[in-house]
């Protein structure tokens, strides 16, 4: 049995959602077991009614407006911050919230703890690409300032998820750069790119932002401000063209057909980077796999960000990034 520690307090729906969630994973995977962190009258009667969850009384939750290390600080009893705790007491294998990101880095590194060696965790996501591949994009956000060595460091850490979650034997890493070849770049990046360099054969060269949905390589790397920004980019395009798709639909009755036949493969695209199917990002270089998922997350997403913390558990996913490092 793996135990999975779940924030049924985290995201923006209401905890429902995170609790059907929860029971849609216990019913796929018999072997999970799942202890529920959150306000009493909402874990409680839940748990009385599943077999393998187990309730974690908390009478605090962090909002997704607080300041992350102000809340983790004065907010001791939160789902977020008991839930890294019950991980860091081997209450619990793991941890999957879908709450403020701040918050779950803040707290999973100050509970949970770094492994040896690593100076900066690093938030990841298999992105998916027109083929079956998914390249590792990291860092996502935690760290807006990394010097070359934290890069390389991400690197590992990309190279042993992709090895352990997306099942690639030699993954190649790319460095995120405004251009493939080695002399474009920032300072940092081009004092990156030496260190990358001699840091194993394994790095292939910088990457443009256009080859990250490609099958260029299986991981890139960058620091937590260029990646924030440019998740962020991707995903004011897709609402973009969201947006201007159904304008078009309203004026012209061709667009308007024509969306409507198109309707299955836009969903399908808007279900793949969602995250919905993966189970959301992970922060990487703690002593114990931590999931992400998004704040507007669904029933789904919930089902899948709980049984793919358990799959990082059952795959050994730390001692391979820590074997890495």
């Known amino acids: 049995m793996v135990r999975v520690c779940v924030d049924a307090m985290g995201g923006d729906e209401k905890p429902s959602v995170v609790l059907e969630g929860i029971a849609q994973a216990l019913s796929q995977d018999p072997d999970l077991q799942v202890l529920v962190c959150g306000a009493r009258d909402v874990v409680v009667p839940f748990c009385d009614t599943h077999t393998r969850a187990c309730a974690l009384v908390t009478t605090q939750t962090i909002d997704m407006h607080e300041h992350p290390a102000e809340a983790v600080r004065t907010k001791r009893d939160s789902s977020i911050v008991q839930g890294c705790r019950a991980v860091k007491e081997h209450r619990a294998d ?30 990841a996501y298999a992105v998916p690409s027109t083929s079956q591949h998914r390249t590792v994009f990291l860092d996502l956000g935690a760290n807006a300032d990394v010097r070359p060595n934290a890069l390389v460091q ?37 004092e990156a790119h030496a260190a990358l360099k001699v840091a194993g054969n394994w790095f292939i060269g910088n990457c443009e932002p256009t080859d990250i949905f490609s099958d260029y390589c299986d991981v890139v790397v960058c620091d937590g401000f260029c990646g924030n920004i440019t998740l962020k980019t991707i995903e004011s395009t897709m609402k973009f063209v969201a947006q201007r798709l159904k304008q078009a639909a309203r004026t012209s009755l ?7 036949l198109a309707a299955p493969a836009f969903r399908a695209i808007k279900h793949d980077l969602s995250g919905e199917e993966h189970g ?14 998004h704040g507007s997350t669904s029933q789904l997403a919930i089902c899948q960000g709980t049984l793919a913390c358990a799959d990082a558990i059952r795959s050994n996913l730390v001692s391979k990034l820590a074997e890495d490092l």
Do not use: D, W
């Not at 793991?94 to 701040?102: I, K, L, P, V, Y």
């Not at 991400?154 to 993954?171: D, I, L, T």
């Not at 992970?282 to 002593?287: I, T």
């Open 94 to 123: 793991g941890f999957f919230s879908a709450g403020s990101t701040g918050a779950i880095f803040t707290a999973a590194t100050l509970e949970i703890g770094r492994l040896k060696g690593v100076k900066r965790p690093a938030i």
């Open 154 to 190: 991400f690197a590992a850490m990309g190279r042993a998820y992709s090895r352990s979650m997306c099942h690639v034997k030699q993954p190649t890493v790319c460095l995120l750069s405004n251009g493939r070849e080695s002399t474009k770049g920032s300072q940092n990046i081009l």
């Open 254 to 260: 061709g667009a308007g057909i024509g969306l409507t």
């Open 280 to 293: 959301g990002a992970v922060l990487l270089g703690l002593n114990a796999p931590v999931f992400i998922g």
